[in-house]
């Protein structure tokens, strides 16, 4: 019998359920990069038109322990399967041998004394490394996500497109359909929280 030779605890794991959930509907296959670093993962969506990159430093865990790099292949949406069967307040524990043909995932309530485990099948998959290319951006601009989703959603019921332009003052979010045009403007914002706070830094303005 081999020991584990991988083991990850979260303990607010609901933090991982959303990153499962937020790029279900990206990827589908994808190989996460188990390292003494951290965890992460790059994956391109089938049409090549987003790449997700996500990094899980190992200090955002509670325990982490890896004693030899090892590639997991795993079905996202398998995962996000899994990913119901715990709780908002569970903890998570990921396992894994060496040479690993399963994932071992434990959700842990120590309120409700509940623990579920599950044996999560691994996949091989050849995926070719992508490197992001590091870029000088003459446009970036911070704004809360759940902000930017709201707008995007609301904007997506009026038109298929949307053009984005900035300038040093504003940030507007145009749509041009069949019901008519219009604009949401989104100006700076130093709100007392971080998480609220709008950014806009504007060396050229940019139109997309």
Same mark, same amino acid.
């Given at each position: 019998f081999q020991s584990k030779m991988f083991e990850a605890k979260l303990t607010e794991g609901h933090i991982l359920k959303k990153i499962v959930e937020a790029i279900k509907d990206l990827v589908t296959d994808v190989n996460i990069d188990v390292s003494a670093s951290g965890l992460s993962l790059q994956a391109m969506d089938t049409s090549h038109v987003a790449l997700v990159s996500l990094n899980l430093s190992m200090e955002g865990f509670e325990s982490y322990r890896c004693d030899q790099s090892v590639v997991l292949g795993i079905n996202i949406n398998n995962l996000s399967k899994v990913m119901k069967l715990a709780d908002p307040s569970d903890s998570i524990t990921l396992q894994c041998e060496q040479d690993p043909s399963v994932l071992k995932i434990t959700f842990e309530n120590p309120k409700t004394q509940r623990s579920t485990e599950f044996a999560l099948n691994l996949i091989t998959l050849d995926v070719e490394h992508l490197s992001i290319p590091e870029t000088e951006y003459s446009s970036l601009i911070t704004i809360n996500s759940g902000e930017f989703s709201k707008i995007c959603k609301e904007l997506q019921s009026l038109s298929e497109s949307l053009t984005i332009v900035t300038s040093p003052e504003a940030v507007q979010l145009s749509v041009d359909g069949p019901v008519g $045009?219009?604009?949401? /403007?989104?100006?700076?914002?130093? $709100?007392?929280? /971080?998480?609220?706070?709008t950014l806009i830094e504007v060396e050229e303005p940019v139109t997309q």
């Open positions: $045009s219009g604009f949401v /403007k989104i100006t700076a914002n130093d $709100s007392d929280r /971080k998480e609220d706070q």
